[in-house]
């Protein structure tokens, strides 16, 4: 389409005005869209850095023919840890795990770094409630004439062999490695739970341990007498 024709006297070129407008209005607006994008670009750019170093916090390093020893162990010493291989090491702030293995069983160690005596025995003392709550007796979901409680046989309840700072039990654990089965099919490993706490260095460490369930408790009992924690 034909631009106007000029009348006579009228420039046929655009005065600084007009090209101000025609030209220079456009470009501005694409500086802005551009300012716009490196920021946004910037943001992303940001977000992705936090998202991997999240994950590289949270995700465990597997390791491979290591035995435990310090830094893995802690303060944690003694003839029981020997002949373990850590398979998993998982850090987290003040908290690491631990997971490692032998010919027998499989030893699962959480510490706590930088804890006061009396938040240390709080922990413990939350453990064992914990662990109680999971075999008390609990009303029956078809109560009948004989009676309206689930009550937990006496032999696979916990078993207290230690208190205090040292507190510890022993526990049958079901093929997840968890606590509270209470019938044979169940009960597939039998586990030592044990906490260790070190005034000197503020370390508490919750100490697992499962094996097979045929293991004697007094075995078991021997193997943990074997650890300290000075």
Not at 155 to 176: C, E, I, M, S, T
């Amino acid at each position: 389409m034909l631009g106007r024709v000029p009348q006579d006297g009228e420039s046929s070129v655009p005065d600084a005005a007009q090209f101000r407008r025609v030209e220079l209005t456009p470009m501005g607006q694409q500086r802005k869209a551009g300012d716009v994008a490196d920021y946004l670009a910037s943001i992303l750019l940001l977000l992705s850095c936090l998202a991997t170093l999240t994950a590289c916090q949270s995700q465990p390093n597997v390791r491979r023919g290591g035995d435990i020893q310090p830094p893995w162990a802690g303060q944690l010493r003694g003839e029981g840890l020997r002949g373990f291989v850590v398979t998993e090491e998982f850090n987290r702030r003040s908290t690491i795990m631990i997971t490692a293995t032998n010919h027998v069983g499989i030893l699962k160690l959480e510490r706590f770094d930088g804890l006061e005596a009396e938040s240390a025995h709080r922990m413990i003392e939350d453990g064992i409630m914990g662990l109680e709550a999971l075999y008390a007796n609990a009303l029956s979901p078809y109560p009948g004439d004989i009676s309206n409680r689930v009550v937990t046989e006496a032999a696979y309840r916990p078993k207290r062999v230690a208190d205090g700072a040292h507190a510890a039990f022993l526990v049958f654990a079901n093929d997840r490695f968890g606590y509270g089965g209470t019938t044979a099919d169940q009960c597939v490993y039998r586990s030592v739970l044990a906490w260790r706490y070190s005034d000197h260095s503020g370390e508490l460490t919750r100490i697992r341990l499962f094996v097979p369930r045929g293991v004697r408790d007094e075995v078991l009992e021997r193997w943990l007498r074997s650890i300290a924690c000075p």
